[in-house]
Structures are given as structure tokens and as C-alpha cells.
């Protein structure tokens, strides 16, 4: 069964950096597109973003248009958000999660997830 693990959350500083990491055990992620979520305290969960299989198409939520960004390397079944411009709302646990299909979108059905990895931007 496909394990996720999450890692590169952290406490930094509003306008700063943080790239989150998610391994993946069990399978290769060959066949998986993968979406990263977060979920603020009192707030639902939420689809920031995902990529394909290839790593050719990747969705935005718009809140996370033009600071992150996401990226895979199959070879060696990670995937990575790298998280610039973070601003106190961005504060949330933030969670990989796959999906076997090719195409996916942040609204999707995702059928694995990491434990997740806090994110908190404050001064």
C-alpha cells in the first residue's frame, strides 16, 4: 500500500520561504498524481495544489497562484510545494495525498494521505 510522509514545515517569518517535501513507500508514485491540502485550525480542508503523473499539468488553488509552487521527481518518488511570499494565513497542516489517475484537480477524490506537517507564519 502507498505510505506518504510529509516533512518541512516549520515556524517562519511572513514574506519567507518554506519547501515542504512528501516521500512516498510502498509503490512507485509512477501512476499517481498527487495533490498537497491544508487544513487552518476551525477550518475545513482545502486543495492548494496538484500535478500529474509527468509532472506536465499542475493546478493552483488561487490562493496559491504565483507564491507556490509545486513539483515531482518520479525517480525518486517525491514530491515537493515549495512556499514563497508565506503570509499568516497560510498557517495550516499541511497534507500530500494521491490519486491513481493521470490528470487530477485540488477538488478531486484523493485515496492516500500523509499525516500532514505544520506550517505556521508568524513574526
Known amino acids: 500500500q502507498l505510505q506518504l510522509v510529509e516533512s518541512g514545515g516549520g515556524l517562519v517569518q511572513p514574506g519567507g520561504s518554506l519547501r515542504l517535501s512528501c516521500a512516498a513507500s510502498?509503490?512507485?508514485?509512477?501512476?499517481?498524481?498527487i495533490g498537497w491540502f491544508r487544513q487552518a485550525p476551525g477550518k475545513e480542508r482545502e486543495g492548494v495544489s496538484c500535478?500529474?503523473?509527468?509532472?506536465?499539468?499542475?493546478n493552483y488553488a488561487v490562493s496559491a497562484q504565483g507564491r507556490f509552487t509545486i513539483s515531482r521527481d518520479n525517480a525518486k518518488n517525491m514530491v515537493y510545494l515549495q512556499m514563497n511570499s508565506l503570509k499568516p494565513e497560510d498557517t495550516a497542516i499541511y497534507y500530500c495525498?494521491?490519486?491513481?489517475?493521470?490528470?487530477?484537480?485540488?477538488?478531486?477524490?484523493?485515496?492516500?494521505w500523509g499525516q500532514g506537517t505544520q506550517v505556521t507564519v508568524s513574526s
Open positions: 500535478i500529474s503523473v509527468s509532472g506536465g499539468m499542475r
Open positions: 510502498g509503490y512507485t508514485l509512477d501512476y499517481y498524481a
Open positions: 495525498a494521491a490519486v491513481r489517475r493521470n490528470l487530477c484537480s485540488v477538488y478531486d477524490t484523493f485515496t492516500y
